[in-house]
């Protein structure tokens, strides 16, 4: 499968506990888009990221979420010590450059905190 | 002022009509434009994208950009159905910057 791999596709976390959600790129992509969704609602912006460096995380909650794309391996969206409002579907996008190309998207992590 | 506005809908239109989806966007120098259609529970589909001002055709799918204007619009002709679905516009400004999506219209089809 050569599309966007995002892992896992549901992912249940209790109050307080770490959630991490990965998204490998489609071959040849090197840039990679995270998107959160809220149910009803569109896709907010939440970080752009380039190999091993960080475009832009403006979208991205000052406290508790990170996010890396490392030179090797999937890109990691890590939230710590989640809260029920975290409950959403992370989507995870990817292109192959900075130019005009579209996303390609990912199936998301239904993320639901308890 | 949000950097993309789209109508909320819900748009019903009927089965064979032509439904016209439209945005706006703040940012007077983006460059990009892209539509993507989001059935329930689903991950977003990319059905076009344009660069130009003027249309862009690609089978029953039309996009139109006016960037004087800072809006661009989807007309989907013979509608049917299964183009029953949430269509979200999404905004590239510069080469380096981010792409923001619209909050979507939905967009229901009736027999």
């Known amino acids: 499968n050569a599309g966007v791999m995002q892992n896992p596709r549901h992912l249940v976390r209790r109050r307080g506990q770490e959630a991490r959600l990965r998204c490998s790129p489609m071959k040849g992509h090197s840039h990679v888009y995270w998107y959160r969704q809220l149910p009803e609602e569109g896709l907010k912006f939440m970080v752009y990221l380039q190999k091993e460096n960080i475009i832009d995380e403006s979208g991205m909650p000052k406290e508790r979420f990170s996010a890396e794309f490392p030179k090797e391996g999937p890109s990691i969206l890590r939230i710590q010590q989640v809260v029920r409002g975290d409950s959403a579907a992370y989507f995870c996008?990817?292109?192959?450059?900075?130019?005009?190309?579209?996303?390609?998207f990912g199936n998301g992590t239904r993320l639901t905190v308890t | 002022q949000k950097e993309v506005e789209q109508n909320s809908g819900p748009l019903s239109v009927p089965e064979g009509a032509i439904a016209s989806l439209n945005c706006t966007y703040s940012?007077?120098?983006?460059?990009?434009f892209f539509w993507y259609r989001q059935y329930s529970g689903k991950s977003p589909e990319l059905i076009m994208f344009?660069?130009?001002?003027g249309d862009k055709e690609d089978g029953r799918f039309t996009a139109q950009l006016n960037k004087a204007s800072q809006y661009v619009s989807l007309l989907i002709r013979d509608s049917q159905p299964s183009d029953s679905a949430t269509y979200l516009c999404a905004v590239k400004g510069s080469s380096a910057s981010k792409i923001i999506f619209g909050s979507g219209t939905r967009l229901s089809i009736r027999p």
């Open positions: 996008a990817s292109s192959p450059d900075r130019g005009p190309s579209p996303l390609h």
């Open positions: 344009i660069y130009s001002n």
């Open positions: 940012d007077r120098g983006s460059q990009s």
